[in-house]
């Protein structure tokens, strides 16, 4: 009776602390704003978009005209004296007709510029779901590994209970034995649960940013959950990053492969010129100035069969890039699928759980009293202590899973983003360097002043 006493007291006293620990609780909108903003991959992968950015005004180049300053000196002696010659001048060049190839390279590049862009908004949804697992986690292992030290408070209880009773001649030595055996795995337990603490920690500070300080309980993300498993299809679909991406990279290859044709097109390039010459032979010296401007006019022939391999091959690549959008597709919809069931499952899992676990208490404490008479065993009463703890870690993992199921759901239909969360961020828009740098002429700086 006084063992049960006290494993009841721990448990309201755990309840008691959780609740005032959750007052001033991270939250995990804030933990998924935290994330938003810290994680170190998120943010190379914004720096990846950036560096792809360059590649329009790098295209557009190939039509804009080319200047260049150069110069000569030489200096030659002999047996009759010195030769000095200079010339310095300044060179344009213009490309008037390259086959279209400067025109396409540009589309594909702004093709490969929105690919970017879909697939950081798709690195985003992982981010986040990544970020809610690892809270999850973190309140789930903690929560077991309160477990376990409470599981060692009610088995140091029933050691000392035993060896009580077999002092008093009420019980026996194998009672005391199995009371120390659970004790030392029990042990062992909690020693493995604190191991796993840690381990979700570490990994909240990877994703987060930050070490995870008191977490709240967060309920599951209903407001963007689809109305059926169908809508759920049919909005991935539409609106799933990773899929535009895929849809841009196949403009970005269609565009690849009129850029390779456009080899095979003539070229046509004015250039213009203007050089001032200095020399001086054996003392005499001579200046003079010259102008010049014309036309290049290239036809392409044969190159070996290297123009027609690389139009070949580009065409596979646009191929490739077609498949790659059923390939996603697919992925897509098993993501959906299996995060849809997932969420359905613990649900049910959760109210299964719920009656186990209360069923398993009203089972320890019937035990622990039949005990006290004589009619059970200490083994029972062992046996009934496993089975509330295991009741309340199956309890725990599938408020978990609940938890991560409807986050998923959300990432997987392509919904799981800072803006449609509302987390209090600074959205990041990468519309805004792209701007910035892709009509620029010159300039060594970057947007934000590197």
Not at 103 to 113: D, F, H, L
Request: proline share 3%.
């Amino acid at each position: 009776m006084v063992s049960r006493k006290i494993f009841l007291a721990g448990l309201s006293a755990c309840a008691l602390a959780l609740s005032v620990a959750q007052v001033s609780a991270e939250t995990l909108q804030g933990a998924l704003a935290k994330a938003y903003q810290n994680n170190s991959t998120m943010n190379y992968n914004r720096a990846g978009v950036r560096v792809v950015d360059e590649s329009v005004p790098l295209a557009k180049s190939g039509m804009r005209p080319k200047i260049a300053a150069t110069g000569t000196a030489r200096w030659d002696t002999d047996d009759v004296g010195e030769i000095r010659v200079g010339s310095f001048g300044i060179e344009l060049s213009q490309t008037i007709f390259d086959g279209f190839r400067t025109q396409n390279s540009v589309r594909g590049a702004e093709a490969r510029v929105r690919a970017a862009q879909a697939g950081l908004l798709n690195n985003e949804l992982n981010l986040l779901l990544d970020a809610a697992t690892a809270y999850m986690d973190v309140i789930r292992t903690r929560q077991i590994a309160v477990l376990r030290a409470q599981n060692i408070q009610f088995l140091q209880e029933q050691l000392r209970s035993s060896r009580s009773r077999f002092d008093v001649g009420e019980g026996t030595r194998t009672d005391v034995a199995q009371a120390e055996a659970a004790l030392q795995v029990a042990l062992a337990q909690k020693a493995g649960a604190e191991a796993q603490a840690r381990a979700a920690e570490a990994i909240y500070r990877q994703v987060i940013g930050e070490n995870p300080g008191s977490l709240q309980m967060p309920e599951p993300l209903k407001k963007l959950m689809p109305g059926g498993l169908e809508a759920a299809y049919s909005i991935a679909f539409a609106e799933h990053p990773a899929l535009v991406a895929r849809a841009h990279e196949v403009d970005a290859a269609s565009f690849g492969v009129k850029v390779d044709e456009g080899a095979l097109l003539p070229s046509l390039s004015a250039t213009a010129s203007v050089s001032a010459n200095t020399s001086n032979q054996y003392g005499r010296s001579s200046d003079g100035q010259t102008a010049s401007v014309g036309l290049r006019l290239t036809i392409p022939i044969y190159q070996g069969g290297q123009d027609a391999a690389l139009v070949r091959q580009s065409k596979e690549s646009l191929g490739q890039a077609r498949i790659n959008v059923d390939v996603t597709r697919d992925q897509i919809r098993a993501a959906v699928a299996s995060a849809w069931a997932n969420y359905f499952a613990s649900v049910e899992s959760v109210r299964a759980q719920r009656e186990a676990l209360s069923a398993a208490r009203l089972a320890l404490s019937g035990v622990m009293e039949e005990r006290d008479v004589g009619q059970r065993t200490t083994l029972d009463v062992l046996q009934g202590q496993a089975d509330v703890i295991n009741a309340q870690i199956n309890l725990l993992n599938a408020q978990r899973d609940v938890v991560v199921a409807s986050y998923a759901i959300a990432s997987a239909t392509g919904r799981l983003t800072a803006e449609r969360l509302g987390l209090p961020v600074t959205l990041h828009k990468p519309q805004e360097h792209y701007n910035a740098v892709k009509d620029k002429w010159s300039g060594l700086r970057t947007p934000d002043g590197r």
